[in-house]
């Protein structure tokens, strides 16, 4: 039963994700901001590796563990990444919507499950702490997901860099 409770907690936080970066990716951008928006992304992800992107996604990650503001960071994030993905999908030659990116790619899944997973245990902590339960149970399965999101993000960011690495050698151009 527990199990089944649990998945039902990552998928619902897997879809507040994907829907909180999906509304990103309506949100307008002047072209001032393009602009900025993309020299910030181009400055990050100049020299960026396996441990730059692992390390990247796992900051963010982390935050999400937090109960209660964790989601609200996470909400913040999708949205963000979203608009992002939107702006630098109109400026390459990338021709696939952000939100395909994000759940068609196995980088993408891979980081959207750790967010859920991430969201979804800092509510369950914060509906144990509010229950007063006791919160040993919580921190041994606490450990055990963040062992879990970090092989997912180190696994996500080894595809990630590869599969960037293989589309610039195809010669597109994707930031």
């Not at 039902?8 to 072209?31: I, K, M």
């Not at 245990?121 to 055990?144: A, C, E, F, S």
């Amino acid at each position: 039963m527990i199990q089944k409770i649990r998945i039902v907690y990552l998928l619902t936080f897997v879809a507040l994700y994907g829907s909180s970066f999906f509304v990103g990716t309506f949100l307008d951008v002047n072209e001032l901001e393009k602009e900025q928006l993309i020299k910030e992304i181009n400055k990050i992800t100049e020299n960026i590796d396996v441990v730059g992107i692992f390390l990247h996604n796992l900051g963010i990650t982390f935050v999400m563990f937090i109960p209660g503001a964790g989601v609200i960071w996470g909400i913040i994030s999708a949205i963000s990444t979203g608009t992002a993905f939107s702006v630098l999908s109109a400026e390459t030659s990338i021709n696939i919507h952000p939100l395909m990116a994000l759940f068609l790619t196995p980088f993408g899944l891979m980081e959207v499950v750790s967010y859920g997973i991430a969201m979804s245990r800092g509510t369950l902590i914060l509906l144990d702490v509010i229950k007063k339960k006791n919160p040993i149970k919580q921190i041994k399965r606490t450990i055990l997901e963040i062992f879990l999101v970090c092989i997912l993000l180190l696994t996500g960011a080894i595809l990630e860099i590869t599969i960037m690495n293989h589309a610039i050698e195809m010669g597109l151009e994707i930031i």
